[in-house]
């Protein structure tokens, strides 16, 4: 199938769509003939606002010209007959068109007709319908004091319901918070007294492990090994402090050097410098006439 086919069908479709709701509606016709006569009356529309009066006394007062501030029957260059041509160029297949809505105007005025002629029925000749209509206004206002007024009432007995039930619910709230802070505080005891024998108990195990490492730790086995080790780190921590007492006083000894000191340092750097690379470019050398050879 074609992807213009299945376009068609599903604009078909959508048509089919359209029109069934406007029969559920009440809508006889189609959907374009109401499109079509929209579009005719908001065209008609805009025209006749276009359609300025002719002032031919204000103009001569203005002293302007129509070659200069344009045409009073137009507006922004566009009169109402250039409207109606650009977008109804063809009246006649317009009204045509829109013929198809005279069964359902007629049908609708007849249906308004009908009604005015049930609610004059019972009231008398034609010319009591003012008064009938008068009537029904002031018992339709009436009606509506009365509804206003049950309102009122419905309203007021609402909020007094609402206000109880405010009272209420501010009293179970009370209860039950009390309720749950009497649960709380028991609660809280329980687990107090559990976690002080619970510490106690493990502050027991603590010193027992404590005591079982120090008699682990320091035997008749133990004590000769930890005596040497003991020696060793104190021989060790003499030696370190010996070098930190040499690096400081060669720190010191720096630190009491003049600057020619530190210019020959830096001179001795270069020169250091230049013989690496000087030997650097001996040794190429050499190697680069050792191939040649």
Same mark, same amino acid.
């Given at each position: ?24 509606q ?71 068109? #829109? ?8 049908h ?11 609610? #004059? ?8 319908l003012p ?86 730790t320091?035997?008749s ?8 080790l ?34 020959l ?21 050499q190697?680069?006439a050792?191939?040649?050879?």
């Amino acid at each position: 199938m074609k992807l213009k086919d299945v376009s068609d069908r599903n604009i078909s479709d959508s048509d089919k769509a359209a029109e069934k709701a406007l029969r559920r509606q009440g809508f006889l016709c189609a959907q374009h003939v109401y499109q079509a006569a929209y579009d005719h009356l908001q065209v008609a529309k805009c025209a006749q606002r276009m359609w300025l009066p002719q002032c031919p006394s204000a103009i001569d007062s203005s002293g302007a010209s129509t070659e200069t501030a344009g045409s009073t029957s137009h507006l922004l260059g566009i009169t109402g007959h250039q409207l109606l041509a650009t977008h109804i160029p063809d009246r006649a297949i317009s009204q045509k068109g #829109c013929r198809a809505l005279l069964p359902e105007i007629e049908h609708r005025l007849q249906a308004k007709a009908q009604w005015l002629a049930d609610v #004059c029925e019972h009231q008398g000749p034609i010319a009591s319908l003012p008064q009938h209509l008068a009537v029904q206004v002031a018992a339709a206002k009436g009606g509506q004091l009365e509804l206003v007024q049950q309102w009122q009432q419905q309203q007021q007995q609402s909020q007094a319901y609402l206000h109880l039930l405010n009272q209420v619910l501010t009293t179970l709230t009370q209860l039950v918070q009390d309720h749950l802070l009497g649960q709380q505080q028991a609660s809280n005891k329980v687990q107090q007294t559990w976690l002080t024998a619970h510490s106690q108990t493990l502050f027991s195990k603590l010193k027992v492990i404590e005591k079982q490492l120090l008699v682990q730790t320091y035997n008749s086995e133990t004590m000769p090994a930890l005596h040497k080790l003991d020696d060793h780190l104190t021989r060790a921590q003499r030696k370190l402090d010996a070098r930190d007492e040499k690096a400081t006083a060669r720190l010191y000894q720096f630190d009491q050097l003049q600057p020619e000191f530190l210019e020959l340092t830096n001179q001795y750097r270069d020169l250091q410098e230049d013989l690496d690379h000087a030997t650097f470019t001996l040794h190429e050398f050499q190697k680069a006439a050792a191939d040649q050879i």
